[in-house]
Every structure is written in C-alpha cells, then in structure tokens.
T-cell receptor
Framework: GAGVSQSPSNKVTEKGKDVELRCDPISGHTALYWYRQRLGQGLEFLIYFQGNSAPDKSGLPSDRFSAERTGESVSTLTIQRTQQEDSAVYLC???????????FGSGTRLTVV | GENVEQHPSTLSVQEGDSAVIKCTYSDSASNYFPWYKQELGKRPQLIIDIRSNVGEKKDQRIAVTLNKTAKHFSLHITETQPEDSAVYFCAASAYNQGGKLIFGQGTELSVKP
C-alpha cells in the first residue's frame, strides 16, 4: 500500500480482556517495528521484525504482550489480560533496513476501562 | 543498550527566532540519527536525518549537527513559524541493531506569533 496502515484506529476494552492490533506495512519494506506512546510521553520500543530473522522482543514490557508477523507482510500485536496501564497509542512503523528513517502508521489508540 | 536523552522538554520561542534541541546518546556504535515531528494527535513524521560520516546537514530552515566524539547531536530551526509548533523527537540507531530506533523523550516546541 501507499502507507503503513493500522487497525483499529481506536479500541476501548474492559480490563482483563485480550486485544489484537494490526499493522499492514508498506509493500516491500522488510523491517517492521512496534512502539508504545503513552499520553504526553516518548516512543517506547516494543518489538522489531526483519524478514525471516528471529524478532527482537527486548522491549516487550511483560509476557502479556506478544507479536507475530508472517513473512514481510501483516503483523499483529496481542495484549492479553489488559490492564489500565496498557492504555496508550500503539504505533507501527516499517522501513527498508539500512535505508534510514521509518514510516509510521497512524496508530491504534487503546483505552482500557 | 542505547539510551537517548533529549533537552529541553519544553521550548517556547517568538516567531522568527531560532530554536535548538539537543540530544545525547550512549552507544558508540550508533550511526544513524533521525529527527521526527509529531503534531497533536498525528503520527511522527521524519523531518531530517544524519549519518555518522557527516557532521552537519541542512534542509531549508532546518539543520542537524552531530558530534560523534561527544556523542551528541542537535536540531536547529531558524526563522521559526507558528506551524513549527509540535513535539520533536530525536532518535539513534546502530546498523548492527537492525535499524531499531531508540527515541528521546521529546521536546514540545511552541512558537508564539
């Protein structure tokens, strides 16, 4: 596609429920990244996929968080047993490795009530 | 791992003045330093970047300088305009980290007309 597409754009969920967030990267971009941005805060790295290599999961805050990516296409970020502190905007980005900056999606605003 | 510190957290200038935002990084292997602008409620957008083999780069009213020895880099905006008001993020990555960007905490720039 022309840009990085994320869905849903907004998600309100009850505490304890599981949620799944989707990212569709720019076609041909081999690298895909997930970040979390709490209100008024910076971008916190979560996980990074590059081709068929093992993902870099070093930023996942707990075992309630997981992500998958099939090949060089869509990725899903899953948060199990959501907590109020999970409320944030989850941003996905893609890039060509070595080519420089990312292109970000519009994000999914997650609210846990 | 990499740690990026950004200062100041807020910056207010008069229209037409210059604005400078500074970042330091910890990992000497970092070799790519982009800057992103994020307007309220929108996704971060890449505005300028610099690689470690260059000391300065300019693009119209925006410039970035890099001091590898001191491990710091700065964003300079000249002749500021109200539409420059936004949150600016610096970031750093090392190629051997797969291009994973670590972001500073952001600077909220306000340009008063």
């Amino acid at each position: 596609g022309a840009g990085v597409s994320q869905s849903p754009s907004n998600k309100v969920t009850e505490k304890g429920k599981d949620v799944e967030l989707r990212c569709d990267p720019i076609s041909g971009h081999t690298a895909l990244y997930w970040y979390r941005q709490r209100l008024g805060q910076g971008l916190e790295f979560l996980i990074y996929f590059q081709g068929n290599s093992a993902p870099d999961k070093s930023g996942l805050p707990s075992d309630r968080f997981s992500a998958e990516r099939t090949g060089e296409s869509v990725s899903t970020l899953t948060i199990q047993r959501t907590q109020q502190e999970d409320s944030a905007v989850y941003l996905c980005a893609s890039s060509l490795v070595g080519a420089g900056g990312y292109t970000f999606g519009s994000g999914t605003r997650l609210t846990v009530v | 791992g990499e740690n990026v510190e950004q200062h100041p957290s807020t910056l207010s200038v008069q229209e037409g003045d210059s604005a400078v935002i500074k970042c330091t990084y910890s990992d000497s292997a970092s070799n790519y330093f982009p800057w992103y602008k994020q307007e309220l409620g929108k996704r971060p957008q890449l505005i300028i970047d610099i690689r470690s083999n260059v000391g300065e780069k300019k693009d119209q009213r925006i410039a970035v300088t890099l001091n590898k020895t001191a491990k710091h880099f700065s964003l300079h905006i000249t002749e500021t305009q109200p539409e420059d008001s936004a949150v600016y993020f610096c970031a750093a990555s090392a190629y051997n980290q797969g291009g994973k960007l670590i972001f500073g905490q952001g600077t909220e720039l306000s340009v008063k007309p």
